[in-house]
């Protein structure tokens, strides 16, 4: 048995999934770590969720809205506090870690 905090369904918008998210990313500006998971069958639409097409900031997905977000914050306390960011992506699928974020082949 699994316990979830949030289950959206499939007429969610990217704006209500980021909504819905932005309290707990936006945490990690008081020191807190935040994992944002994705999980379901292939084709089921989580990398959309995650990324979105790049092409409309309306599409974007809950990666760069929170990046957007987190950066705009720092930006407008840069005088006040200085924030380093750390991301990590990785897929696992069969049972296999990749880095989503490298271009080395494993």
């Given at each position: 048995?699994?316990?979830?905090?949030?289950?959206?369904?499939?007429?969610?918008?990217?704006?209500?999934?980021?909504?819905?998210?932005?309290?707990?990313?936006?945490?990690?500006?008081?020191?807190?770590?935040?994992c944002?998971?994705?999980?379901?069958?292939?084709?089921?639409?989580?990398?959309?969720?995650?990324?979105?097409?790049?092409?409309?900031?309306?599409?974007?997905?809950?990666?760069?809205?929170?990046?957007?977000?987190?950066?705009?914050?720092?930006?407008?306390?840069?005088?006040?506090?200085?924030?380093?960011?750390?991301?990590?992506?990785?897929?696992?699928?069969?049972?296999?870690?990749r880095?989503?974020?490298?271009?080395?082949?494993?």
């Open positions: 048995m699994f316990k979830f905090n949030k289950v959206f369904s499939s007429f969610a918008s990217q704006a209500d999934v980021f909504s819905d998210t932005q309290p707990l990313i936006r945490s990690v500006l008081d020191g807190f770590n935040v944002i998971f994705a999980y379901g069958q292939t084709g089921s639409g989580k990398t959309y969720t995650m990324s979105g097409p790049s092409t409309s900031k309306k599409d974007w997905g809950v990666n760069y809205r929170a990046l957007n977000d987190l950066f705009d914050i720092s930006l407008n306390r840069r005088n006040i506090f200085s924030y380093e960011v750390g991301v990590q992506m990785v897929e696992i699928y069969n049972e296999q870690v880095d989503l974020l490298s271009n080395k082949i494993a």
